[in-house]
Nanobody, 125 residues
Framework: QVQLVESGGGLVQAGGSLSLSCAASGLNIRTCYMAWFRQAPGKEREFVSAAGRSDGNTYYADSVKDRFTMSRDSAKNNVYLRMNSLKPEDTAVYFC??????????????????WGQGTQVTVSS
């Protein structure tokens, strides 16, 4: 049974930093595409970042590039999202996601078949 559990969300002032963690069980993250998405109230879930299985590349949405860093610890089967220079528009529920299937794009939510429950990030101005 696959489980993804996010942690690390909270309230932070604009310009501050937060680190999110995603603990995966029931699968080996080395063999999967991993991603972070976020969803603000009244908005659709949007792509934040993704990390490939074996190519070592990490992809970011333009809105978070140079501020957010995604990493993975394969030994712990964890994925992380370090968020710096946070802005009020970064306020959202952040979700960890896993894709165990082959698809044409790993930048869209439908490509991911397992999701965590989400963790709230609130950035005050």
């Amino acid at each position: 049974q696959v489980q993804l559990v996010e942690s690390g969300g909270g309230l932070v002032q604009a310009g501050g930093s937060l680190s999110l963690s995603c603990a995966a069980s029931g699968l080996n993250i080395r063999t999967c595409y991993m991603a972070w998405f976020r969803q603000a109230p009244g908005k659709e879930r949007e792509f934040v970042s993704a990390a490939g299985r074996s190519d070592g590349n990490t992809y970011y949405a333009d809105s978070v590039k140079d501020r957010f860093t995604m990493s993975r610890d394969s030994a712990k089967n964890n994925v992380y999202l370090r968020m710096n220079s946070l802005k009020p528009e970064d306020t959202a529920v952040y979700f960890c996601a896993v894709s165990t299937v082959t698809t044409s794009s790993y930048l869209v939510a439908p490509s991911y078949n397992y999701w965590g429950q989400g963790t709230q990030v609130t950035v005050s101005s």
